[in-house]
């Protein structure tokens, strides 16, 4: 008997799945196709894990409950980073009663090379179940479904490579920034080095965590912010300028006979925000620099028109994040233009990383995000703690504030300064 006559080992029977065939009709890729593709790859080790994996699915979807629980799986030297899952019905599902995630830190901006992905799906189709996710909200390679057994050996292989894990619970975050000025024209600084310089620094704060909740920079590089820094992190550097905006007035004039006047006085002047541009009778534009608050929306529409300007920057703004305590919030301008070019600027932005880290540790409450403790504590008392003097650029929706009247920003900022110098015991100067 040849070993190509030998029995061959009866394969598992598939899972029947009614409920989730449901979810392949619709319009759109569905992620059970892709499981399914995965369940049925012909000599793969973890095809048992993902015919098991559909079969608790189709399970959790009849009962309407998830049947996974979390534990403590890690890595040699790391307190975070691995997600683990355990299935409370792995009698039912034995092949995939252990489903951890490692999350794996992407290279700023994304920049991927094809043979770097080979290597990362061979390591995957190795250890774990060959699911991958690109990318979590917290931005890190997401590699779905290991076995307890596995984890340190998928570390290690990914390890040499030289990726690293990222963060988890309460702990520093995998950072993520866009693919900015590698390929974008409206990038205004130089994100994948602040991205790198700053979580290089503070890598301990994510691999050991020690901090009352999670904690996430994001880096953008213009308004568009195409990683929703914005919402989606504590710590949001967004690009912009100060200057004038760029305008090459031929291509207004061949964007407006290209597409006709209505179609730019209802889709680009009209839809201004801050009412900052108006269009000439000779088919010229005009920007009022002064008004113009940076949304983007005119630069994305004529694109070859309109340009941020020289002077080039970033703001900062603090305490934005998802549903939690007090709702989802957007965060804050805390530094409303800071310019990021020359290595001290960048060990600036570093330096105020610190400051709101060391800030979030002291005070806020256990689970905690640093948006709510500024809810919790007043953005005066805030500022004070974190040394960021008040600017009018921090009042949100100054325009429709019945607070604040636009034209005096400046004075009621002087004001503000002088009575802060008069309470610290300062002699103010006579005018
Ligand atoms: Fe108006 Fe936005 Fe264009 Fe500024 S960037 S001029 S605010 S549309």
Redesign the pocket.
């Known amino acids: 008997m040849t070993s190509n006559d030998a029995p061959k080992a009866a394969e598992p029977e598939k899972h029947a799945t009614p409920l989730l065939d449901e979810l392949e009709t619709g319009p759109w890729p569905s992620f059970v196709t892709g499981l399914k593709r995965l369940r049925d790859a012909e000599g793969k080790s973890y095809a048992p894990m993902m015919n098991d994996l559909l079969g608790q699915l189709e399970h959790s979807y009849e009962k309407r409950m998830g049947f996974w629980k979390g534990g403590t799986v890690s890595v040699f030297g790391y307190g975070g980073g691995v997600i683990p899952r355990f299935s409370e019905v792995a009698e039912k599902f034995p092949a995939s009663k252990e489903f951890h995630t490692l999350r794996i830190q992407p290279p700023a901006g994304y920049h991927y090379t094809t043979d770097l992905l080979r290597q990362m799906c061979d390591v995957w189709e190795k250890h774990g179940s060959g699911l991958i996710a690109f990318h979590g909200q917290s931005g890190d390679i997401m590699f779905q479904g290991c076995s307890t057994e596995n984890t340190q050996k998928a570390f290690d292989e990914f390890n040499e490579m030289g990726l690293d894990l990222g963060g988890a619970g309460p702990a520093l975050r995998t950072s993520m920034s866009c693919v900015g000025h590698a390929r974008c024209e409206k990038s205004c600084y130089d994100e994948v080095k602040a991205h790198r310089s700053v979580i290089n620094e503070f890598l301990d704060e994510m691999h050991r965590p020690a901090l009352p909740y999670k904690f996430k920079f994001k880096f953008s590089g213009c308004a568009n912010d195409c990683v929703n820094a914005i919402h989606r992190s504590d710590f949001a550097v967004i690009g912009t300028w100060r200057d004038a ?1 760029k305008v090459n007035q031929d291509e207004v004039k061949a964007f407006v006979v290209g597409h006709g006047r209505k179609y730019v006085i209802d889709s ?1 002047i009209a ?4 009412r ?2 108006s269009l000439n009778d000779d088919d010229t534009l005009d ?1 009022d620099n002064k ?9 994305n529409v004529m694109t070859k028109a ?1 340009h941020p300007g020289d002077d080039r920057g970033v703001s900062i703004l603090i305490g934005g994040k998802r549903a939690l305590k007090v709702g989802d919030l957007m965060g804050t301008m805390i530094v409303p233009f800071m310019k990021l070019e020359a290595d001290e600027d960048f060990e600036k932005l570093v330096e105020f990383g610190r400051r709101l880290i060391d800030f979030f540790m002291e005070n806020a409450l256990e689970h905690e995000r640093i948006g709510e403790c500024m809810d919790r504590i007043g953005l005066p008392a805030f500022l004070e703690a974190i040394g960021v003097d008040p600017d009018p650029n921090m009042v949100n929706h100054p325009r429709t504030s019945c607070y604040v009247r636009t034209d005096d920003f400046t004075d009621e900022a002087e004001k503000y300064f002088e009575r802060k110098a008069k309470e610290a015991g300062l002699t103010v100067a006579a005018e």
Do not use: D, E, N
């Open positions: 905006m680009v839809m201004c925000p801050t900052a541009l920007v008004s113009c608050v940076r949304c983007m929306h005119c630069l309109l």
